[in-house]
């Protein structure tokens, strides 16, 4: 980009604080390919109880943050 007729390079980034429950985690985590209800089979209710007793533990509130980056870079004349 350096060499093309947009030089100029911005990096604009912009961070977002996401606040998630137990429940939500636990519905994130079944939505991945690797660990989607049919994947899980039997094991999905286990799988369950597990993971919310861990995230539990974590925060016995059951709230979390997570901070997403979102960056981009801008390239101007």
């Known amino acids: 980009m350096k060499?093309?007729?947009?030089?100029?390079?911005?990096?604009?980034?912009?961070?977002?604080?996401?606040?998630r429950g137990t429940e939500e985690l636990i519905g994130l985590q079944l939505s991945n390919s690797y660990s989607t209800p049919p994947q899980l089979g039997e094991?999905?209710?286990?799988?369950?109880?597990?993971?919310?007793?861990?995230?539990?533990?974590?925060?016995?509130?059951?709230?979390y943050e997570e901070t997403i980056r979102t960056e981009a870079r801008v390239a101007s004349r």
């Not at 093309?4 to 604080?17: C, G, H, N, R, Y």
């Open 3 to 19: 060499r093309s007729p947009f030089s100029t390079i911005e990096v604009v980034s912009f961070d977002q604080i996401v606040v």
């Open 43 to 63: 094991q999905k209710e286990p799988f369950e109880e597990d993971l919310r007793r861990a995230l539990l533990a974590y925060d016995s509130a059951g709230r």
